[in-house]
């Protein structure tokens, strides 16, 4: 599987935006997805995940209530729609996907560890 993440960009705080992560591979459907993002000089961390059937997500708590994580499995494309963007929200946004979970569909990881699979990321600032 092979993770192509795009839709980053500059917007001012209180703004929005929508990341997709398209993926290549037949069996992209049957893997859990999550958003990862990592800021200058911190480590990279959890943001959202979703099983691949999208029946279980799960959000960091400083995202929680602002970011919505959703997958058209048809499109085997998974979206991280991020609202009432703040300044501490910029970094680089990295889309993951996991096998782990093929027959489970209720399973997601916030773990990146359980990730075998990294999109190249995209940057999203947010100015004051």
């Known amino acids: 599987v092979q993770l192509q993440a795009s839709g980053g960009g500059l917007v001012q705080a209180g703004g929005s935006l929508r990341l997709s992560c398209a993926a290549s591979?037949?069996?992209?459907?049957?893997?859990?997805s999550g958003w990862f993002r990592q800021a200058p000089g911190k480590e990279r961390e959890f943001v959202a995940a979703?099983?691949?059937?999208?029946?279980?997500?799960g959000y960091a708590d400083s995202v929680k209530g602002r970011f919505t994580i959703s997958r058209d499995n048809a499109k085997n494309t998974v979206y991280l729609q991020m609202s009432s963007l703040k300044p501490e929200d910029t970094a680089v946004y990295y889309c993951?996907?996991?096998?782990?979970?093929?027959?489970?569909?209720?399973?997601?990881?916030?773990?990146?560890?359980?990730?075998?699979?990294w999109g190249q990321g995209t940057q999203v600032t947010v100015s004051s």
């Open positions: 591979g037949r069996t992209f459907s049957r893997y859990a």
């Open positions: 979703t099983s691949w059937s999208a029946i279980n997500t």
């Open positions: 993951a996907a996991s096998d782990s979970a093929y027959y489970s569909r209720s399973t997601y990881y916030t773990d990146s560890d359980r990730y075998g699979y």
